[in-house]
């Protein structure tokens, strides 16, 4: 069955980086576009990071520059660099396949504050 396992989160500065991780099972990982996600409290979850199969990748403009999507197939892997952290990166992190999503992980949560 499909599964999603993150991990990496925790609490940080403003400021500060985390590097996140998600192993993937149950799907053709190598052929499939995967995504990182997050919901903040009292907000729905959205997209913020998609890496194709072919590498390339698509960012959120909220993240652009800071947030850095990455894959090792042979791993069943995907990263999620985060770098310059704001308050408001604060969230559940997820991570699932953008256009054939499967059940929910349960999440990697991130806390920036001082």
């Known amino acids: 069955q499909v599964q999603f396992v993150e991990s990496g989160g925790g609490l940080v500065q403003p400021g500060g980086s985390l590097s996140l991780s998600c192993a993937a099972s149950?799907?053709?990982?190598?052929?499939?576009?995967m995504g990182w996600y997050r919901q903040a409290p009292g907000k729905q979850r959205e997209l913020v990071a998609t890496i194709f199969s072919g590498g390339s990748t698509n960012y959120a403009d909220s993240v652009k520059g800071r947030f850095t999507i990455s894959r090792d197939n042979a791993k069943n892997t995907v990263w999620l660099q985060m770098n310059s952290l704001k308050p408001e990166d604060t969230a559940v992190y997820y991570c699932?396949?953008?256009?054939?999503?499967?059940?929910w992980g349960q999440g990697t949560r991130v806390t920036v504050s001082s």
């Open positions: 699932n396949a953008p256009f054939s999503r499967g059940p």
């Open positions: 149950g799907i053709i990982f190598s052929g499939t576009a």
